[in-house]
């Protein structure tokens, strides 16, 4: 029986991906905040998940371009 491991090899890149995006987290505050010209939360807390969807989207077409190549 195959051992479970809640990180392996397919989430490492989603991981990854939502961490890039809490890194870039703090900079869209502050341009958001500059733009309105006070501090509120709006739609750059979607950002992290943004980052796991265009991760999702890119492996599917990789999936994909694999199975038609073959």
């Known amino acids: 029986m195959k051992k479970f491991r809640l990180i392996n090899r397919t989430t490492i890149p989603y991981i990854k991906a939502f961490v890039l995006g809490l890194l870039i987290l703090p900079i869209a505050f502050k341009a ?5 010209g006070y501090h509120a939360a709006g739609g750059e807390l979607l950002i992290p998940f943004l980052f796991i969807l265009i991760q999702a989207l890119a492996n599917e077409i990789k999936t994909f371009v694999k199975e038609v190549v073959r």
């Open 32 to 36: 958001a905040s500059l733009e309105r």
